[in-house]
């Protein structure tokens, strides 16, 4: 019986390292499902309370396994620290605020826009903090699943939203949609750097631990906590199915795939995003597809597929290596 468990679990490990990046893909597509709920809770509620509470219900899902792994806490030094509190504070905390605070001074299709340079960032800090080295092939998929991220988005090629949208590039709004951007993509290349000592588990708990803080304390300076008294009952159920939907079980699957996935490659595989966003939208928010938006989900998909190969051969040393953290 133990070896038949443990042929069966070598198997899964396998089928992980293969496909990681589709994991990453996956879970990019379950960071899309909160849009509806999203629309709803920000009518009422302040962007920094609505995230406080997330990180608030993730954490107390999340916490056993902080405890179930903390022995792995005393792998980290203070580098990996020091990339803990800025995937936890910057990617998971203040990123998502600046990114929904950009709407604020520019039309979506601004930020959306500048999202796009979001795997540029993340490739440039993998290159230089990870030392990641990629072959010639792999340019050129990055390029064209951005393409295909772009078509998806803007069909018709001008960034527009919706019919007569006027193009507002207000700089103050340009400013959070890149910090948002930058924070994001730097978090995916520091969360590949801590996984290469603890694992997966640990990190979602620590990048919520960490969030969830940070939080705490904004939300204290700022008084959000007088919100709690208006949050209605269907407010308190939209946030705990974001929060662990798009939240807590999206984090496990994601770090379970960058894990195993470069992180120039993840940063790629996470334009899910946009492929799910499209679907949601079309289904909860009323938003026609046109037929280049298919074309563009084609394109996104073949190129990730073509991505997760190059991932296979340029990780299989480093994969021997990471498989020692489960």
């Not at 509190?85 to 001074?105: D, E, M, N, P, R």
């Not at 988005?153 to 939203?161: G, R």
Request: aromatic residues 14%; glycine residues 6%.
């Amino acid at each position: 019986m133990e070896s038949t468990t443990t042929v069966s679990e070598s198997k899964l490990t396998h089928f992980i390292k293969t496909y990681a990046p589709l994991l990453v893909f996956l879970a990019a597509m379950l960071w899309a499902t909160d849009a509806p709920f999203r629309v709803h809770l920000t009518k009422d509620l302040s962007s920094n309370f609505i995230v406080m509470i997330e990180h608030f219900v993730n954490l107390i899902f999340v916490i056993p396994l902080l405890f179930m792994n903390w022995k792995e806490l005393k792998l980290l030094k203070g580098r990996e620290w020091l990339a803990v509190v800025a995937i936890g504070v910057g990617g998971s905390a203040l990123a998502s605020i600046a990114f929904t605070q950009s709407f604020h001074y520019v039309n979506p299709s601004v930020a959306i826009v500048l999202q796009k340079l979001q795997p540029f960032i993340a490739i440039g800090l993998a290159a230089t903090l990870l030392k990641e080295k990629m072959p010639k092939r792999f340019w050129l998929w990055a390029l064209i699943a951005i393409l295909g991220a772009y078509v998806i988005s803007f069909p018709h090629f001008t960034p527009q939203m919706y019919q007569g949208e006027t193009w507002n590039p207000n700089i103050l709004g340009v400013l959070c949609a890149l910090a948002a951007a930058l924070l994001w993509g730097a978090s995916t290349v520091f969360g590949k750097y801590v996984l290469n000592k603890v694992s997966f588990k640990a990190m979602t708990g620590l990048r919520f631990a960490t969030g969830f803080l940070f939080l705490f304390v904004l939300n204290l300076s700022t008084g959000s906590f007088s919100q709690i008294k208006i949050a209605t009952s269907k407010d308190w159920l939209f946030l705990v199915i974001v929060s662990l939907v798009s939240g807590a079980l999206s984090l496990l699957v994601y770090y379970r795939g960058l894990q195993f996935t470069k992180a120039s490659i993840a940063t790629l595989a996470e334009l899910g995003f946009v492929f799910a966003s499209l679907v949601i939208n079309a289904i909860f928010l009323d938003a026609h597809l046109v037929w280049m938006q298919f074309v563009g989900i084609g394109i996104l998909l073949f190129a990730v597929l073509k991505l997760a190969a190059v991932n296979r051969e340029v990780s299989l040393p480093e994969t021997n290596q990471t498989a020692t953290v489960s």
